[in-house]
């Protein structure tokens, strides 16, 4: 029996997934995608930076790069949809092209791959927004995406994030942010 790589599978479950949301897909997203983000990752430390850009309303331009200061990042840039499932609830998914380096990668210039991933953004009380995301990075060998975060919007200004990266090219990371919507 010929069982299915990740990459196979997650795409089936966004083609899947799209395939019911059209009526949502017109709706208004409930979250800001124009934004910037600086990122800190623990465990090791390090440091990271994020831009997104809408550029329809339905669709947003992304770019990030992050570093633990080990001769080594991920950086990424790619295009991402979002659709309001109800008033509470996002849709989102990203596709990205990479460059990542790491201990277990020691190429001089990285290895580069694509990511593909899907999310699900909730707003659970009045200023809390929490989500996760699965995915799949296509290099050499497929690496599952799973993280889940919060997101604290204290007002128009600024919101403070903590995401548990659980899965990804750095397993087991917790990593916090503030994004800077405009």
């Known amino acids: 029996m010929n069982a299915l790589s990740p990459t196979k599978l997650l795409c089936s479950a966004v083609i899947l997934a799209a395939s019911g949301l059209s009526s949502a897909a017109n709706a208004a997203a409930n979250f800001p995608y124009n934004y910037f983000e600086v990122r800190v990752p623990l465990s090791p430390g390090g440091l990271g930076i994020a831009g997104s ?11 990030e790069a992050e570093s633990h200061f080990e001769n080594d990042w991920i950086i990424g840039a790619g295009l991402g949809f979002h659709a309001a499932v109800n008033q509470f609830t996002d849709l989102n998914g990203q596709i990205k092209l990479l460059s990542f380096k790491n201990e277990e ?3 001089s210039m990285g290895r580069l791959a694509s990511e593909l991933n899907f999310g ?6 009045p200023q809390l927004e929490t989500g996760g995301k699965v995915g799949v990075i296509a290099a050499e060998e497929d690496i599952t995406i ?5 997101r604290l919007h204290t007002g128009d200004a600024f919101s403070m994030g903590a995401e548990w990266r659980i899965k990804g090219v750095n397993d087991q990371t917790l990593a916090f942010s503030v994004r800077y919507p405009f």
């Open 53 to 63: 850009q809408e550029i329809h309303p339905n669709a947003h331009m992304i770019a």
């Open 105 to 107: 990668n020691d190429k």
């Open 120 to 125: 699900l953004s909730a707003w659970i009380m």
């Open 146 to 150: 799973f993280s889940l975060y919060a």
